[in-house]
DNA sequence: TTGAAAGCGCTAACAT
DNA sequence: ATGTTAGCGCTTTCAA
């Protein structure tokens, strides 16, 4: 019987050494497979209780080619990370869906250079040290498809593809519904002349959305102006801003690509004396916790990231098990009306 | 020479194969240790070059016991966590370290069982995950620091120990430094009368942060209020707001234990009609770039969280490899005035 | 300076 | 039903 040597862990040896058994009958009742008599397994579940012992995950690793973690790399910059809390609802989607089956998440947080990005992907990928990724923020030629191909690493990407889908995509349904809902809400209120401030070009749900908003803007004969914010922080969205507002005829309603970015909108609309929504109505999107925090209560469309990120997760893992997805419906987008809208001044 | 397996990925084998060496000579070579000719050092590193060859993560691990991996568990639940960024800027300072020293950060959130946490610790322990983990959110009576010695998974705490320090702390200098000026400030303004809602009583911070309130009251002979919010929720805190609020002698100003409670807390002040700063002045703390951009602004207390989580990766990694920690100074925590503190209305 | 060989802890054929 | 054994890909003595 192997002696369990002092200060080292326990291993598979020593729980079958404590059994009576072989290891491989331990590896059986652990991963129940193969069969076992009852009382077989009844000691070593034992002798593991007793030993407190658990497999090695870089053991098991090594042996099954599965490291039971899964990855994720953002190449936000810490500030913005703290700024929008996007992504950590997003994760907190995931992970909720993770833990359960026993899977742990990899965070990668890296600058916004690309270069940092591939060796990311390709340390993730080549040390073999999760079995698949999930992707956000998916780009206009977006090169981390080839990449993860030629790496072999599976993915999923959360949100809308660049072109046709070349990794499986997690989307919430009726992706038209709360922004064109917002544009209806405004239209229905008698604005005329609305703006959208999109986020930087590179993503490809700003296309998306402008599209959106444009052809909403159409049906109700709006004029529209659009804007682009160079990123997401508050500098780029009061920027914007204030090429809105400065504008000749300017616009009654604006309509932001997230809530952090609107209020920073407002913030800015209000260094230049308007009152929101008095003189200028303001839509988010996300409906972050927050929106309904602060002054005036922001109408936002509220986006669905906690189902995203579970669904992430969930189809993910579907995947590298070759199982089929059995996914939580993700809510639509939809239009929260609070107070930043109004009617505009006559 | 030893084919390189179709499809397989290349391993050490096909390295040395290929640049016509052994195994040995590529491993001392790719981990620059004992000696080797310039010359086959180069045709190794082709070697790696060519083949695209990175050391399995796991098989390093099994091998060496070190998984270049720390662990991170949250207890929050995700609906906090996506209300109060304070978890992902710590995060993103942990990271902003991590990722150049090439270590990967391996993060659970669990619910608010206590269970689902031990848990998680063990498995990252037991499973051999990570080579440490970093702990936040010191709660009183900490039953982390026993369980992560019996586990002997290293550990740094990010904040106030319970106790005389179990494992290494990370804290800001000057701790008292900015609440103590925030009562100050409200001093000077001429109240007379503040109150301090702070959050569950578990947290070690929570009893700490409102002794140095009170004794700093105490100088200034004001009268105090203390309010605790059950969690750090905006329900949380708005409770306690009304409470304070509803009081005979209400307090003229307010000092929250967050920014979001700060936030919820104004909203709350609104909702009974009176108006901040004019009828109450608020404080929040941590100072989110958030707190710039409501109206009123937020007069908080600014917090060096990207400085905490740096230190805190650095100190971490320090001690397992049993180097001296050579880290960043962390700023103290210091008032920054807006707008949301004035002069209480005569 | 280099290489052969023995494992790290586990899984899965293959025997028994 | 259970055990033996050959690796998974790497690091590290120890010899040559």
Known sequence: MAARRAGGRP??????????????????????????????????????????????????????????????????????????????????????????????????????????????????????????????????????????????????????????????????????????????????????????????????????RRRIFEEAARRHTLSTVLLTASDFTAEGAAAATDEALSLDERPTAVLYANDMMALAGISAARRRGLDVPGDLSVVGYDDLPLGALVQPRLTTVGQDLVGLGRVAALTLVAELDGAPVDAPAISPPRLVVRESTAAPRA
Chains 1, 2 share one sequence.
């Not at 599965?66 to 913005?80: F, K, N, Q, Y």
């Not at 990311?120 to 993860?148: K, N, P």
């Not at 544009?183 to 490809?204: F, I, K, N, T, W």
């Open 11 to 208: 291993t598979i040896s020593d729980v079958a050494a404590l059994a009576g058994v072989s290891v491989s009958a331990v590896s059986k009742v652990v991963n129940n497979k193969g069969s076992i008599a009852e009382s077989t397994r009844r000691r070593v579940l034992d002798a593991v209780d007793k030993l407190q012992w658990s497999p090695s995950a870089a053991a098991v690793a090594l042996r099954s080619a599965r490291t039971r973690a899964i990855g994720m790399v953002s190449r936000r910059s810490p500030d913005l990370l703290s700024f929008d809390p996007h992504f950590s609802v997003l994760i907190s989607g995931i992970e909720r869906e993770l833990a359960p089956m026993d899977y742990g998440l990899l965070l990668h947080i890296v600058g916004e250079e690309e270069d940092a990005e591939r060796r990311a992907y390709r340390r993730l990928a080549e040390e073999r040290r999760v079995d698949g990724v999930i992707l956000t923020e998916s780009l206009v030629r977006d090169v981390r498809f080839d990449l993860l191909r030629r790496l072999r690493l599976p993915a999923v990407l959360i949100g809308t593809p660049w072109r046709d889908d070349p990794v499986p995509t997690v989307r919430a349904p009726e992706q038209e519904r709360g922004l064109t809902e917002a544009v209806e809400h405004l239209a229905s209120l008698g604005h005329r002349r609305v703006a959208y401030v999109c986020g930087p070009e590179d993503r490809v749900h700003t296309g998306f």
